[in-house]
């Protein structure tokens, strides 16, 4: 550990800087300390990297999928920022030496219970890296951290970023190769695809180091050619290794890739019970005087200002690069021994929240509020105008045909904005979004009241009322995708950050039980055109908090806007949602020939949409987010989640007021239930993620139980009474909504490097309108088919989140 020279920033990202951890290929490392106090490391890449374009893609995608790798074994990826002015990351701290350092500087080679523990702990961490989709590719000395209780792997992932870029690049400059020369495969040496098993070669060349201190195929001994020759045609001096170890070892160093056991296979073969201390009491003394100097670690004073909270970084790389041996290369032209002293670092929580302030506890809940009340705005507006349509209808003598257009019409302008939306929030902020959006609102809700009191005294046509259900539609996409920016970005802190999508999650679960109370209500006791008013001063007061609520800066994506994909996208999706909603009209009961070529067209658009989007220099969603399964299966879940959520509410309601002649107000509190059960559904799969990270498990069984509540509405007559063939089946489909839901959309706007927050929320909320579209298509207008077709959907979804979701992890 190094005090921080003048050069240094005083701040990266959150964290304030420390201390120099040391440098290596990728760039310097610092150790640093976020707000709430834990210590952490970044490592920032070197300037000539962070000019490159294909770089930063390729970065961001590494370090995405990097933060997915779980295991004991390995130091986690925390944080990152692919769009700063140069690239950093932040990973778990881990307060050890390197193996290196313990090798040749403390203590000299291990003896055979710690190599066997050290073969078994890293073949561990290969296991969990793989599992993320991964090859680490420089397995080294010096990218495994020595403690007490084990060693632990860093860098998995982040040499893949180096690899293949165009012109002047690290790939093609003399002596400049993606590994180390002292721990590369044979593939490696021959510039071959690479498999698992090339990480396995390298942890035989780990285990030969550790046990004899010697470098294998005698790295330090011979220039680079000679020694890569070796590696790739001669077998490797096992002189020192231990006997009981040779066999393991000799199999790692197998020239063949596939003669060489898997990482589980090793596991299993140095698998012991033996409960001696991994490490001899000389190294475990060693590291108890690292942990020592760290707490006495204390930053030496700096002179001058207060580098600002976001400074750039590049100086004191350039300063670095400029010195004699600042740092060394991951592969210099002429070997000398293996000296990277690149110690991984920790990184805290996520940066601070694009847009908003990183918030403080009563902050935070505030924030958290706000976004559940937008969301419910939304909700309750549709609510409020499905109740209020039949009165409508009545009260303004309104034929059948002038009917039709109005909810479709509200699902194009949601759907049509979304992408902008999106565009918005990541370029200027959640909160510009928010404000937007209940602007709009306001303006849409006072227009449409103004205009039903005019087609009421015929001073107006019902084509000037679908204007206003258009205006409706933007500001409820402005809304929806500020509301689910600002859970994301709501805190840094992991287990902070799920229990706001948990709360998110339940007001899009169970709101329609709120929404259907409150239209009820106001329909019920006072006027359904009073309704149309209703919301009003609840916008009002939101948009006072929104007003208060504290931003930061907003990172917009890179590279020129978007707007070939706004464009794309908006039509695409907007006719899209158009077509879904109209091509089945209900109140003329026949199918509708234009609605139905609408929504092909929209089918067409929203498919170049997606093509146009996997090579958009400033893509929507982020770089590579159509190539992650799981993110791709959880836009899909939420789709068939809105089919769901449409079948228990919209036809639970419906069939209420007409079979059992429940007043709306009685039908709205009669679905309660689901609303308390998404609650507990929430909180139960935030509890789930928290303990294991696993998210496939309560996307599945969440949305069987939906299935389940659903399929028992749709088959059991209501007749039966409420407590008997309701309220059972509310209860399971709303714990199973609430269940699914967090998962669903912690994997669709994931914290993650790369990560378009604004565009990933704005896709994710297209899955309510399009979903309830397709519960429009498919009922048809019968009552019972609703709850049939959600049924159906929910079982859509367990499968869509068992075939993509697979082994992903949430931190």
């Known amino acids: 550990m190094d005090q921080l020279t003048p050069e240094d920033p005083s701040h990266i990202g959150p964290y304030r800087l420390i201390a120099r951890l040391g440098a290596g290929g990728m760039g310097l490392v610092y150790l640093g300390r976020s707000e709430g106090g834990r210590t952490v490391a970044v490592k920032v890449v070197q300037a000539e990297y962070a000019g490159n374009a294909e770089f930063r893609r390729r970065f961001a995608r590494e370090v995405a999928a990097a933060r997915r790798v779980g295991g004991d074994w390995t130091a986690a990826v925390l944080d990152a920022d692919h769009e700063a002015a140069v690239p950093w990351v932040a990973t778990q701290y881990i307060p050890g030496p390197d193996l290196h350092s313990v090798v040749a500087r403390d203590f000299g080679p291990l003896p055979e219970h710690s190599v066997r523990a050290l073969a078994n702990r890293l073949a561990l961490a290969l296991g969990a890296v793989h599992g993320a989709g991964l090859i680490h590719r420089d397995l080294k000395p010096s990218n495994v951290l020595v403690t007490v209780d084990g060693p632990r792997v860093i860098d998995f992932g982040i040499a893949r970023a180096m ?125 108890g005087r690292h942990a020592a100097r760290l707490l006495d670690f204390a930053p030496a004073a700096r002179p001058g200002p207060a580098v600002p909270a976001q400074p750039d970084p590049r100086r004191a790389l350039a300063h670095q690069a400029a010195a004699p041996g600042a740092y060394t290369p991951t592969a210099p032209a002429h070997p000398a021994a293996p000296s990277d002293p690149a110690v991984p670092v920790a990184a805290p929580p996520a940066a601070p929240p694009d847009g908003v302030a990183p918030p403080g506890g009563g902050r935070r809940r505030w924030t958290l509020a706000l976004a559940a009340l937008l969301q419910l705005l939304v909700v309750i507006d549709a609510a409020v105008f499905s109740l209020s349509a039949p009165y409508l209808q009545r009260d303004l003598g309104l034929p059948d045909a002038f009917m039709g257009p109005l909810f479709p019409a509200y699902a194009a302008g949601l759907a049509a904005l979304l992408p902008l939306g ?221 089919v769901a959520l449409f079948g228990l509410y919209d036809g639970t309601s419906v069939r209420l007021f007409h079979e059992l002649g429940l007043a709306p107000f009685a039908a709205g509190l009669m679905v309660l239930p689901a609303l308390l059960a998404a609650l507990v559904g929430a909180r139960l799969a935030v509890a789930r993620i928290a303990r294991n990270g696993q998210v496939r498990s309560p996307i599945v069984l969440g949305a069987l139980l939906t299935a389940v509540g659903l399929g028992l509405l749709g088959a059991l007559p209501f007749h039966l009474g409420y407590a008997v063939a309701v309220l059972p089946a509310l209860l399971l489909a709303g714990l199973g909504a609430g269940l699914a839901a967090v998962p669903l959309y912690a994997l669709a706007v994931p914290d993650a490097p790369g990560v378009r927050t604004g565009g990933a929320a704005a896709l994710a909320g297209y899955g309510t309108p399009l979903g309830t579209a397709l519960g429009t298509l498919a009922t048809g207008g019968a009552l019972l088919a609703g709850a049939l077709a959600g049924a159906v959907a929910a079982l859509l979804a367990a499968l869509v989140a068992g075939l993509t979701a697979g082994r992903t992890e949430l931190r």
């Not at 009241?449 to 539609?473: E, K, M, N, Q, Y």
């Open 422 to 642: 999106g565009q918005l929030v990541d370029r200027a902020g959640p909160r510009a979004a928010v404000l937007a959006g209940l602007g709009a609102f306001v303006v849409a809700a006072v227009f449409e009241g103004f205009v039903i009191d005019a087609v009421a005294a015929g001073r107006s046509t019902v084509t000037v009322l679908v204007v206003a259900r258009v205006l409706h539609g933007l500001a409820a996409a402005l809304l929806t995708s500020g509301a689910l920016a600002l859970v994301a970005r709501s805190a840094t802190d992991p287990r902070q950050r799920r229990a706001g999508i948990g709360v998110y999650a339940v007001v899009t679960t169970g709101g329609g039980a709120a929404a259907a109370i409150a239209a009820g209500s106001f329909i019920e006791f006072l006027s359904w055109r009073l309704a149309t008013y209703a919301a009003i001063p609840c916008a009002l007061l939101a948009l006072i908090g929104a007003v208060r609520l504290r931003t930061g800066r907003a990172s917009g994506p890179g590279g020129p806007f978007d707007l070939t994909g706004v464009l794309l996208g908006g039509l695409g999706l907007g006719a899209l949602a158009y077509g879904l909603a109209a091509v089945n009209d209900v109140h003329r009961g026949e199918m509708d020939p234009v609605a139905a070529v609408t929504g092909l067209i929209g089918l067409a658009l929203t498919a170049a949409f997606l093509r146009q989007q996997r090579t958009a220099p400033a893509a929507l969603l982020g770089p590579d987010a159509l190539e992650d399964r799981a993110r791709c299966g959880a836009y899909a879940g939420l789709v068939l989640l809105g």
């Open 163 to 287: 690899d293949s870029l165009a012109g002047d690049s690290l790939h093609t400059r003399t002596g400049m190769l993606i590994g180390s020369p002292g721990f590369m495969s044979p593939e490696q040496v021959r510039g071959l695809e690479l498999t698992p098993a090339s990480d396995v070669f390298c942890l035989g060349a780990v285990l030969v180091y550790a046990a004899t201190g010697r470098m294998l195929f005698g790295a330090t001994d011979t220039g680079l050619n000679a020694h890569l020759f070796r590696v790739a045609e001669e077998e490797a001096d096992l002189t020192g290794v231990p006997e009981a170890l040779i066999d393991l070892v000799r199999a790692c160093l197998e020239k063949d890739p596939a003669r060489r056991p898997t990482p589980r296979e090793i596991a299993e073969r140095t698998a012991t019970e033996d409960t001696e201390e991994w490490l001899p009491g000389p190294v475990l003394a060693q590291l």
